[in-house]
């Protein structure tokens, strides 16, 4: 963990705690379904962490598990993350709530087309 600030202009970092890779039992998103930065990283005991992004989030969980596949091999746990953010390969892939979503947002979009053309007398 790295603690970050400003000076001037210059920009300082301290490294105030380490962990190992071989010691993280799980990472807990909290919430798959809402746009959050916060999630646990489980060690001997746990820590609450807060990303910088949702996305930032999900770039580290991919970052750990990569890692992990490369050098450790071991059972990480990740729970509660989307499984279609967090796997690279699933990257185009889409959610059905996705989907509907865009399908709305399509609709609507077709709707105030159709009423900016429209003369009204």
């Not at 746990?77 to 279609?84: A, G, H, Q, R, S």
């Given at each position: 963990?790295?603690?970050?600030?400003?000076?001037?202009?210059?920009?300082?970092?301290?490294?105030?705690?380490?962990?190992?890779?071989?010691?993280?039992?799980?990472?807990?998103?909290?919430?798959?379904?809402?746009?959050?930065?916060y999630f646990d990283m489980h060690f001997h005991k746990v820590y609450n962490m807060q990303a910088y992004s949702?996305?930032?989030?999900?770039?580290?969980?991919?970052?750990?598990n990569k890692l992990n596949a490369m050098y450790l091999k071991k059972d990480l746990k990740i729970v509660n993350?989307?499984?279609?953010?967090?796997?690279?390969?699933?990257?185009?892939?889409?959610?059905?709530?996705?989907?509907?979503?865009?399908?709305?947002?399509?609709?609507?979009?077709?709707?105030?087309?159709?009423?900016?053309?429209?003369?009204?007398?």
């Amino acid at each position: 963990m790295v603690k970050h600030w400003r000076v001037d202009r210059e920009e300082k970092y301290e490294i105030i705690e380490k962990w190992f890779l071989k010691d993280l039992e799980m990472i807990d998103g909290k919430e798959a379904d809402t746009d959050n930065p916060y999630f646990d990283m489980h060690f001997h005991k746990v820590y609450n962490m807060q990303a910088y992004s949702c996305a930032s989030k999900y770039t580290f969980a991919r970052t750990l598990n990569k890692l992990n596949a490369m050098y450790l091999k071991k059972d990480l746990k990740i729970v509660n993350f989307d499984d279609t953010y967090l796997n690279e390969d699933s990257f185009w892939s889409s959610s059905n709530r996705d989907f509907i979503v865009v399908m709305k947002i399509c609709f609507y979009a077709s709707n105030l087309l159709c009423l900016s053309l429209c003369r009204f007398s």
